[in-house]
């Protein structure tokens, strides 16, 4: 079956002399901005430590997606829970957790997140609201929507978002989860980044329907979304308006983005099965962070303002490089904790 | 004091806890208004309502994975798995998700919940509908394991894996559902991981799990009668933690160990209770441990085929005593 073709990257950008989406103001542009950046230049720099070694066990990054991280991130509260994939740096970094936390877990060191213990697919951060990244395709979708269920239960306005990709469409806990989350009108939003493969499959060719959320979302009575999902103003948008859905009691969301990885799937793949010219293609139109530098510059922000972020972030990656460098191993004495509440391991007595 | 059945003692049980906490949330396939497929939860959905007691589609990975989701963030749910072979469905929360999610993100997250299920065989349901499956959660570090064989330790056992902060996996036996049994008045509530020893004896111990209980204390009264035999009966009541300290101790007591598991012959709880006793109290053992188990086969439906492979109490005392008095 041929490929679909990638819509977004041929869609125009609105020219209309309208400015979009123009109400978001300075401000939340420049944490956009530093946001995907700081995403940009933590998963590069994630790149650059594999290629030294530093980096060990696999890790999957998400160069090319990192508007739809940032532009939830922006969008959330203090109180909203994140539950993400293995190809969840991204969103983890979005809540605001120090690059050298999530650099220290990819580098197994003692100063990573869960010191060691979970490695790059495990990022945790609870005290940011980061419930978890989790492995096991969908399996964090029902996961989400107990976290919703307890807010809802508990009449707390705090929302849940929950990250996945589009080949989690065709698992079974997807469908699940959509259906519990919609028969109970649970806050939770469902956000499926559409990257166009499954791991090395294109998702066209291995799913019935075009889009793999959009078009199911009416078999759980919900509206069809489908946006940009390298515009980061788009995805910002999109968040607010699932986030006020949830907020008020109408129930869940589900937001398919449309995006595209740079990198391969995991740190072994090269990604040689894509057709020649495609990446160069997204690399080249769609970029988010292009598009968005380019998008401050219509709004009248300064290239000095952009150099500001820029400088902090680069700041923020290279003396989390140096620190986790500088990081010893796991001490041997944490092998043993925690598998039970009491702290320890004994199962018997 | 007040006589209920196994049945009665869930819903009992599943009310003290809701009562004391109003965290608890109960939610599960047809528990609500019908109250259970085993009738085990009536009353629940009247008492508390749609909020705390909720009705769930056929979405098993669903169920495991919003409970575990509602504890993460300070829910304590009891989430109910009807059959305990639907455990293959969502196996990935038992296995992966409940008991990991601690350990790998270094003790920030935790998963206070509990899973009720119907376990076991008796009820001529065939394969499918009648494995008994402790050992699938036994053998998973962080999850805890625990399977009552009376109405009272339905009641005291229930709440002690409600009130704890690990994931616990709760299996009531199905052929037990009927059964009566004196229960104290008030609140009841057990420790984990605390074996009973339900009847002394002197010359042999026999171990054993939820309807092999009642199928254990009946053999020991035979041995005793016919054969002079003075077995000592104890029920394990939780796999994890296991109570190994009133397990040694018995078998310092009586020099003897028998199991009586109602599973398939390979891997099960037995194995590992005969390999810690072999490990630590070899020297206080007057003859091999023996296991009786259903042989390692699907279970058949068919009333006299399903009997003919449960260890019964004639093959226990039978066992038993040949091993005696070899
Ligand atoms: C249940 C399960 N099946 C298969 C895998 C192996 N696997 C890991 S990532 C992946 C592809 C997932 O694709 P998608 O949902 O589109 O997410 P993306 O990698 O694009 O972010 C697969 C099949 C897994 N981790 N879990």
């Known amino acids: 079956m041929a490929r679909k073709p990638a819509r977004a990257a041929t869609r125009a950008p609105a020219t209309n002399g309208r400015r979009p989406n123009d109400d978001i103001g300075e401000e939340v542009r420049l944490k956009?901005?530093?946001?995907?950046?700081?995403?940009?230049?933590?998963?590069?720099?994630?790149?650059?430590?594999?290629?030294?070694?530093?980096?060990?066990?696999?890790?999957?990054?998400?160069?090319?997606?990192?508007?739809?991280?940032?532009?939830?991130?922006?969008?959330?509260?203090?109180?909203?829970?994140?539950?993400?994939?293995?190809?969840?740096?991204?969103?983890?970094?979005?809540?605001?957790?120090?690059?050298?936390?999530?650099?220290?877990?990819?580098?197994?060191?003692?100063?990573?997140?869960?010191?060691g213990k979970g490695g790059?697919?495990?990022?945790?951060?609870?005290?940011?609201?980061?419930?978890?990244?989790?492995?096991?395709?969908?399996?964090?979708?029902?996961?989400?929507?107990?976290?919703?269920?307890?807010?809802?239960?508990?009449?707390?306005?705090?929302?849940?978002?929950?990250?996945?990709?589009?080949?989690?469409?065709?698992?079974?806990?997807?469908?699940?989860?959509?259906?519990?989350?919609?028969?109970?009108?649970?806050?939770?939003?469902?956000?499926?980044?559409?990257?166009?493969?499954?791991?090395?499959?294109p998702i066209g060719d291995i799913t019935a329907v075009p889009s793999p959320a959009g078009d199911r979302a009416s078999a759980y009575g919900l509206p069809k979304i489908v946006i940009d999902g390298n515009d980061a103003d788009a995805v910002y948008r999109a968040a607010q308006?699932?986030?006020?859905?949830?907020?008020?009691?109408?129930?869940?969301?589900?937001?398919?983005?449309?995006?595209?990885?740079?990198?391969?799937?995991?740190?072994?793949?090269?990604?040689?099965?894509?057709?020649?010219?495609?990446?160069?293609?997204?690399?080249?139109?769609?970029?988010?962070?292009?598009?968005?530098?380019?998008?401050?510059?219509?709004?009248?922000?300064?290239?000095?303002?952009?150099?500001?972020?820029?400088?902090?972030?680069?700041?923020?990656?290279?003396?989390?490089?140096?620190?986790?460098?500088?990081?010893?191993?796991?001490?041997?004495?944490?092998?043993?904790?925690?598998?039970?509440?009491?702290?320890?391991?004994a199962w018997r007595n | 004091m007040a006589e209920l059945t196994y049945r009665e003692a869930v819903a009992r049980g599943i009310a003290q806890e809701m009562t004391r906490d109003p965290d608890v949330i109960f939610f599960g396939e047809d528990v609500g208004k019908a109250g259970g497929v085993f009738k085990s939860t009536v009353g629940l959905y009247d008492q508390f309502g749609p909020r705390r007691v909720r009705d769930c589609p056929i979405s098993e990975q669903a169920i495991l994975g919003a409970a575990m989701g509602a504890a993460m963030t300070g829910l304590k749910p009891i989430a109910e798995i009807m059959f305990s072979d639907f455990f293959a469905v969502c196996f990935d929360y038992i296995a992966n998700e409940f008991p990991k999610s601690r350990y790998m993100s270094n003790g920030q997250l935790k998963c206070p919940l509990v899973v009720r299920t119907a376990n076991g065989a008796g009820s001529r349901f065939g394969a499918q509908h009648s494995q008994s499956v402790e050992n699938w959660a036994m053998m998973i570090p962080g999850l805890k394991v625990v399977a009552p064989s009376t109405p009272r330790d339905v009641i005291g056992l229930l709440a002690a894996a409600v009130r704890d902060p690990d994931p616990?996996?709760?299996?009531?036996?199905?052929?037990?559902?009927?059964?009566?049994?004196?229960?104290?008045?008030?609140?009841?509530?057990?420790?984990?991981?605390?074996?009973?020893?339900?009847?002394?004896?002197?010359?042999a111990t026999i171990l054993a799990l939820a309807l092999m209980v009642p199928r254990a204390l009946e053999a020991a009264?035979?041995?005793?009668?016919?054969?002079?035999?003075?077995?000592?009966?104890?029920?394990?009541?939780?796999?994890?933690?296991?109570?190994?300290?009133?397990?040694?101790?018995?078998?310092?007591?009586?020099?003897?160990?028998?199991?009586?598991e109602e599973n398939p012959r390979l891997c099960g709880w037995g194995a590992e209770i005969v390999s810690i006793v072999?490990?630590?109290?070899?020297?206080?053992?007057?003859?091999?441990?023996?296991?009786?188990?259903?042989?390692?086969?699907?279970?058949?439906?068919?009333?006299?085929?399903?009997?003919?492979?449960?260890?019964?109490?004639?093959?226990?005392?039978?066992?038993?005593?040949?091993?005696?008095?070899?």
């Open chain 1, 32 to 115: 956009l901005y530093h946001s995907q950046f700081r995403i940009r230049q933590a998963e590069q720099r994630a790149y650059d430590l594999f290629l030294q070694n530093l980096v060990k066990g696999t890790s999957h990054l998400s160069l090319g997606q990192e508007a739809i991280a940032a532009g939830f991130g922006c969008a959330m509260k203090k109180g909203d829970h994140t539950f993400c994939t293995y190809r969840g740096h991204a969103h983890t970094l979005a809540r605001g957790v120090p690059v050298e936390k999530v650099l220290g877990e990819l580098m197994q060191r003692d100063n990573g997140l869960m010191r």
């Open chain 1, 120 to 201: 790059s697919m495990h990022l945790t951060s609870a005290e940011h609201g980061v419930m978890g990244s989790y492995a096991i395709i969908g399996a964090h979708l029902p996961i989400a929507c107990g976290a919703a269920l307890r807010a809802q239960y508990k009449g707390d306005k705090d929302v849940t978002v929950c990250f996945f990709g589009d080949g989690t469409t065709n698992i079974g806990a997807f469908h699940e989860a959509l259906n519990f989350a919609a028969i109970w009108k649970l806050p939770v939003v469902f956000v499926c980044e559409n990257n166009y493969y499954m791991e090395y499959t």
């Open chain 1, 241 to 345: 308006e699932a986030f006020a859905k949830a907020r008020a009691g109408d129930g869940p969301s589900l937001i398919e983005c449309l995006t595209y990885r740079h990198s391969g799937h995991s740190r072994a793949d090269p990604g040689a099965y894509r057709p020649k010219g495609e990446l160069e293609r997204w690399k080249k139109d769609r970029d988010p962070i292009n598009i968005y530098r380019e998008r401050m510059k219509q709004f009248g922000i300064t290239q000095a303002d952009v150099e500001r972020v820029e400088a902090e972030v680069n700041h923020e990656v290279e003396s989390a490089t140096e620190a986790c460098k500088a990081a010893p191993n796991p001490p041997m004495d944490i092998l043993f904790t925690d598998v039970y509440a009491d702290g320890g391991w």
């Open chain 2, 168 to 203: 616990v996996i709760f299996f009531e036996h199905k052929s037990l559902y009927p059964m009566k049994g004196e229960v104290p008045d008030g609140e009841i509530v057990d420790t984990l991981g605390t074996a009973k020893i339900l009847r002394p004896g002197k010359d």
């Open chain 2, 221 to 260: 009264d035979r041995l005793k009668a016919e054969h002079g035999i003075d077995a000592e009966v104890v029920d394990v009541r939780s796999l994890v933690p296991l109570d190994t300290q009133t397990i040694m101790g018995s078998v310092g007591r009586t020099h003897r160990l028998f199991t009586v």
């Open chain 2, 278 to 326: 072999a490990d630590e109290a070899f020297y206080d053992l007057d003859g091999p441990p023996v296991r009786i188990t259903t042989p390692h086969i699907p279970l058949p439906a068919a009333d006299a085929l399903e009997d003919a492979v449960l260890p019964t109490v004639e093959r226990i005392a039978e066992t038993v005593r040949r091993s005696l008095q070899s």
